[in-house]
């Protein structure tokens, strides 16, 4: 099967001296749910900001579904990423219909219904939103959209547990099985069982890339535990 | 609520644990269709292929069989049920002999408690 992103000697330098990401390569095929760990400043962010055309390679490339970071990719992938970029003075429903507006593939019903399914109420303005339920909004847009590639900055990071395992069902309930959900976290332990594949990111390289089942079967193990392991400061 | 899965195990050997204890326990009886994929992805609260891996697995232990396009069933091999119960009996006496080793005991001095137990229980 064709991979829905590759990664082909990627590096991102920000100054003479730093790589972000150093000669990552990597490919992923299309229908599983990856989860992308690592401690911080590993790279996670840097990966996802060039896959969005947000950053630009210092050598390398990235592609997705065989083609550059673009217009084109950017139709068939939903981002969410680590902050809002939503306009504070708009109202949820007035998102709801900038998104459509945007993107060919967003529903705007099923937006509707998992706002109501949160108790978020869309005729209040983002600025009168809490922090987590700002989240929730947001994730809930970019999970209404019909993508082949859905990429989650820290999805679940600062909401409470319920709604947490609402999104989790989100996830499960809304992905198609030729679609690909690559996010990023650090509760490893509430999104284990949901994901097929983890990558472990170190100093802008991937030092593991393997299914959850192979490292439970090889390790004895839990992804969490052995994270832990690999990462101890 | 999700299914209870433990942390350090294979996730699909633990859905095919709980699917065969479903079975044994009633909750589906023999010749029952199983939920789709993504029922049961949602209700266990994992990845759809994970339970796709254990359903697979299930059909080739022949416990489970496939209608090409109204979804899976529970077999309705009646001696097949029984010897799935019976390993699930081994695998438990098995697990407490090794427990009760482990606090010291003979085999022999653990059955003679096992009769004590029984008839107080009686």
New interface residues.
Partial sequence: MKPILECKGLSKKYNAAYYALANLNLSLEP???VGLLGPNGSGKTTLIKLINDLLIPTEGEVLVDGMRPGVETKKIVSYLPERTYLDPAMKIRDVISYFSDFYDDFSADKAGRMMQDLEINVNERMRALSKGTKEKVQLALVMSRDARLYILDEPIGGVDPAAR?YI??TI??N?R?DATILLSTHLI?DI?????RVLFLRQGQVVLNAT??EI??DK???V??LFREVFRC | MPWDLDNDRPIYLQLMERIQQDIISGVYSPGDKLPSVRDLAVEAAVNPNTIQKALSELERSGLVYAQRTSGRFITEDEQMLREMKKEQASRHIHDFFEKMRSLGFRDEETLALIEEAVKEEQ
Avoid: F, P, W
């Fill in positions: 229908g599983q749910i395992d989790l069902r499960l309930t992905y099985e332990t284990e069982n949901i994901l097929d959850v089942d439970r079967t004895g193990k839990s969490d535990a």
